[in-house]
């Protein structure tokens, strides 16, 4: 069963709006951390933002949030008033319990608009 | 901003030679990884090094595959035989804890 699931192949959004890629995870582990990862097509990864299981707040970090809702097992990536730059793929991630491991999702294509 | 690095930034190799390939990790980071990537796909956990020796590795990660903290700086992934399918984007990572994970821009190892 796959750990990671993102079910948005490709998404469009028009510069300066807000776009939201979903997450869904699995796992029967209390403890665990879930990251998203931008890589642009230079094919680089790069680290966007951390939430713990037991962090009470979402992260946020800069114009990228993490709509955290434990109950519905999701992680969705709120990125805010998108810029050009922010055309890449996304990829949500997740370590499980004292693992070191991260598992990925299949990514999500963002394409950014004029 | 401190990074991490890997050479070479493209390895083509031919079936059944070896290669290594090189990361230098973020220099106080305690925790060290590779991942690859084939083309179009996810990225696959290969393998995890903390405190001078492998923490955890995946089924990926069979015989062929050895890693190494030479000295302080350098952490290394080698495979003894390379396969057609081993062909993929490798990346290094490492972390000062183990709830973070900085990636390297990635090595390309093309099998021929």
């Known amino acids: 069963a796959q750990k990671i699931t993102q079910t948005q192949p490709g998404m469009f959004v028009q510069e300066k709006e807000a776009v939201t890629l979903d997450c869904t995870y699995d796992?029967?582990?209390?403890?665990?951390?879930l990251f998203w990862y931008k890589q642009p097509s230079s094919g680089e990864m790069i680290f966007l933002i951390y939430?713990?299981?037991?962090?009470?707040q979402n992260a946020t970090e800069g114009r990228y949030s993490l709509n955290f809702q434990k109950a519905r097992k999701s992680a969705n990536l709120v990125i805010s008033a998108s810029q050009l730059g922010d055309s890449a793929m996304y990829f949500c991630a997740m370590r499980e319990g004292a693992g070191y491991a991260l598992n990925f999702g299949k990514g999500t294509s963002l394409l950014v608009t004029p | 901003e401190p990074e991490v690095t890997q050479t070479p930034s493209h390895q083509v190799t031919q079936m059944g030679q070896e290669v290594i390939l090189r990361c230098v990790p973020i220099s106080n980071h305690l925790y060290f990884y590779w991942y690859r990537q084939i083309l179009g796909q996810k990225v696959e956990f290969l393998v995890s090094?903390?405190?001078?020796?492998?923490?955890?590795k995946s089924e990926i990660f069979d015989d062929q595959f050895s890693v190494e903290r030479p000295d302080g700086s350098n952490f290394t992934l080698k495979i003894r035989s390379t396969k057609l399918e081993d062909s993929a984007m490798y990346f290094c990572?490492?972390?000062?804890?183990?709830?973070?994970?900085?990636f390297g821009p990635g090595t390309r190892l093309t099998v021929t």
């Open positions: 796992t029967s582990d209390p403890s665990y951390g």
């Open positions: 090094f903390y405190n001078n020796e492998i923490s955890e």
């Open positions: 990572a490492s972390g000062y804890g183990n709830y973070e994970q900085y």
């Open positions: 939430q713990g299981s037991y962090d009470q």
